[in-house]
């Protein structure tokens, strides 16, 4: 009767781990990045919304390609103000794309990044949301399940060091209801005692599902009292919240499992058929198939074998499911019900069924034992003695794999009884003994879990008493003590106070008596001195009153000074913040244009236009944020150029960079034809030079030659120009801009092909130029 389908199909359902999506409203979010302030609440902001297309109902390709996007440019943004929470923040956004688009390696690639940035930082909560949403990788099957059971376990570290105990007890209840997957009961029923502890501790309301996960485990535990009390408290909470989930469906049934465990079948059928009710209101196959088989079986308890069959096969044809887990369900349950009706012919031809699924499914599938006992119970009644020994071997190795204490004790009693059937009386005796040792370490758990419940209780509850008793005396003593004390501080303080009473008062008339002879001789010598000091204090009035007009005269010119100055950098700062933000809303356009272009080549034109965009606006942008006003380092100009194009067209791990760039200042003037030419040839290289995956260098250059000469060397080692085309005669637009912008600032320009495409490019810095 221990059926498992349902309850993999519905742990499936409901343990889904999904990351957060956007904190703030979308229109807020777009606001932030409007202000185009390059900071890290930004950063925040693009990564927000990068989750609102990832999380977006009905998401589509392109909205996944538009968060991809924004996290890219988050962790380009991190890493230029060296952000680090937010480059792990960007590598957990890439790995939820990568998911969702179905690219696992990638995805798993972006995991490890997180997990290694998270764990170095310490940023405990994060690492514990990210182990949580990893368990996605993997089904419940075999190996899989144990991968699983490891994402959760370092989550729940994670958690621990975070100091969240609301997750410590989600993560406690996962734990157990996948170690209750591989019938690791004992473990399943410590974590579910620790899961339930913490939710109290937190307040947490909904208890339904730890409830019932906590009874289905002390059920088959065979503490039944206890799964009772659990089942039913798991059905009060439901209720109670008015829970119309298909979780209710697992509660019913569970509760379910536990009556007949116990042989009160009225009260199994009665919740068996309130669990089939919400499975066929939302259409669940699977779920009314597997529960149809629960209700037959209880027709066959009560040996009417023809009701059985005739409702399972009506279920089953009403609520068609072309699963292997339904197909299997559907064999098992037509396998006992032949067995009852005497029908061996058609009951073989479905445990052939049963035994073909169950080989198609892998040896050690998570159910399998039960099925297997029901296999072997057949076998045994009909005298297939040979075929039961040969599953009863392979049951014992499965149950010893999975762990199972239960499915253990039950093949040695089937074991017990083929051995009888066959005379093997020795055999028959060591396998019930085996049979009788594992129930009692059963028994034994239970036991001592109670024992321990009620000896934690009986000493909580004496110790409660005596440190009442303890804490009234303390109390007592305590007042006793502190009047004593008050008295004595009091009788002290007076007659301190009348001791220094006295001697204040005998020191005051000392002091009086002293500091009126000082007052006549002071006030004789005052007198003489007035009339000196009144007569200088003339002279050096109107000395002051002149000095004060000239350092007031000069204090206001200073100041008026400093403000035109203070006005004029604020004007330029102003100046070029704004043309960045005009140039930003130009590539947001471009962007906005992109959206409705189907054509590669126009959205390729597009990006390139983006790109050229972005060269000019970066310009803008360090003058901003720098105290130069007219000049550009021109070293981490480049760099910034390199890494973003880089970046840009997704090549970070197949393309190095090698940038040598003499520390040098350029005027904006110069830098920015400097800039859009590079843009020009390291676009090129990107798109072309490396094909079909191929790896390579990218290298760029800027030397001083004297006397204000520079020179700009940009090459790969890519394949180079094809045979048939001459760069001094093609007539595209990059070329263009780079021939034009070199003549613009009388520039020399080399173009060569030596492994790979080398451009080198000879320009003065002068007054022209600059001026």
Not at 216 to 235: H, M, P, Q, R
Not at 383 to 396: I, P, V
Request: positive net charge; aromatic residues 10%.
């Amino acid at each position: 009767m221990k059926q498992f389908i349902l309850l993999i199909v519905i742990c499936l359902s409901v343990r889904s781990v999904v990351a957060q999506p956007a904190t703030m409203p979308v229109h807020i979010l777009r606001s932030i990045l409007s202000q185009n302030a390059a900071d890290t609440n930004r950063v925040k902001a693009l990564l927000d919304l990068s989750r609102y297309y990832i999380f977006k109902p009905g998401e589509l390709d392109h909205d996944l390609d538009t968060a991809l996007l924004m996290t890219r440019q988050a962790r380009f943004l991190s890493q230029s103000l060296h952000y680090l929470k937010g480059q792990g923040d960007a590598d957990y956004n890439s790995y939820l794309i990568f998911l969702e688009k179905g690219d696992h390696p990638q995805a798993h690639r972006y995991t490890k990044e997180a997990i290694k940035l998270y764990s170095r930082l310490g940023y405990w909560q994060e690492l514990g949301s990210l182990y949580e949403n990893m368990t996605r990788f993997y089904s419940i099957e075999r190996e899989e399940l144990q991968k699983k059971i490891d994402c959760y376990q370092n989550a729940l570290l994670a958690y621990q060091r975070a100091g969240n105990k609301a997750k410590q007890a989600d993560i406690f209840k996962e734990l157990a209801d996948h170690h209750q997957i591989q019938e690791n009961y004992t473990q399943a029923l410590d974590e579910l005692q620790r899961s339930l502890a913490l939710y109290r501790q937190t307040n947490h309301a909904d208890l339904e599902r730890v409830y019932d996960l906590l009874g289905f485990v002390s059920t088959k535990l065979g503490d039944y009292k206890e799964g009772l009390t659990y089942g039913l408290l798991a059905v009060k909470s439901a209720e109670a919240r008015k829970d119309s989930s298909i979780q209710l469906c697992t509660t019913y049934n569970r509760l379910g499992l536990t009556y007949f465990a116990l042989r009160q079948y009225k009260q199994a059928n009665t919740y068996f058929q309130k669990s089939i009710q919400v499975a066929r209101y939302y259409r669940e196959n699977a779920y009314v198939i597997n529960l149809a088989g629960n209700i037959a079986k209880l027709w066959l308890q009560e040996n009417k074998p023809q009701t059985a069959f005739r409702f399972f096969k009506q279920q089953i044809q009403q609520y068609p499911s072309s699963t292997a887990e339904s197909k299997l369900i559907i064999a098992h349950r037509f396998m006992d019900i032949y067995a009852e009706l005497n029908n061996f012919k058609l009951a073989q031809w479905n445990c052939d069924q049963v035994l073909d699924l169950l080989e198609k499914k892998g040896n050690g599938g998570i159910g399998a034992a039960l099925i297997y006992e029901s296999t072997i119970r057949f076998l045994i009644k009909s005298k297939q003695y040979r075929q039961a020994y040969f599953y009863l071997q392979r049951n014992e190795a499965q149950c010893k794999n999975n762990g199972s204490v239960t499915g253990l004790s039950q093949n040695n009693l089937l074991w017990f009884k083929l051995d009888s059937i066959q005379g093997r009386y020795h055999s028959a005796i060591q396998h019930y003994q085996r049979h009788m040792l594992l129930q009692d370490s059963l028994l034994n758990v239970t036991k001592s879990r109670q024992i321990a419940q009620l000896e934690v209780q009986y000493e909580s509850e004496k110790k409660d008493r005596e440190l009442k008793l303890k804490q009234q005396s303390i109390q007592l003593l305590t007042k006793q003590s502190q009047l004593q004390h008050n008295q004595l501080i009091q009788a002290t303080i007076l007659r301190n106070a009348i001791i220094a009473g006295t001697i204040l008062l005998v020191l005051l008339l000392g002091l009086g008596f002293n500091q009126y002879q000082l007052k006549q001789r002071s006030n004789q010598l005052l007198e003489a001195k007035q009339i000196e000091i009144n007569r200088k204090n003339g002279s050096l009035e109107r000395l002051v009153l002149e000095k004060d007009h000239l350092l007031t005269d000069k204090e206001q010119l200073l100041i008026d000074k400093d403000h035109l100055l203070e006005e004029r950098e604020w004007m330029l700062k102003e100046i070029h913040h704004r043309v960045k933000n005009n140039l930003q809303i130009i590539t947001s356009l471009l962007h906005s244009q992109g959206s409705f272009l189907q054509s590669k080549e126009a959205l390729a034109a597009i990006r390139d236009s983006q790109n050229r965009v972005y060269v000019m606006a970066l310009i803008h942008q360090k003058l901003y944020l720098s105290d130069r006003l007219s000049t550009i380092s021109m070293d981490e100009y480049i760099k910034d150029i390199v890494d973003y194009l880089i970046t840009a067209f997704n090549q970070g791990d197949r393309v190095k960079k090698k940038i040598t760039v003499t520390p040098v200042n350029l005027d904006v003037i110069l830098a920015v034809p400097v800039g859009l030419i590079l843009n020009e040839v390291v676009t090129n290289s990107l798109k072309f030079a490396f094909p079909s995956g191929r790896f390579g260098t990218l290298s760029v250059e800027l030397h001083a030659e004297g006397n204000q000469m520079y020179r700009l060397i940009m090459g790969d080692d890519g394949i180079g120009f094809p045979t048939d085309w001459n760069p001094n005669n093609n007539r595209t637009l990059g070329m263009s801009l780079i021939r034009g912008l070199s003549e613009q600032i009388e520039g020399t320009l080399e173009i060569s092909q030596k492994n790979g495409v080398q451009i080198s490019l000879t320009f003065v810095e002068d007054i022209k130029h600059t001026g």
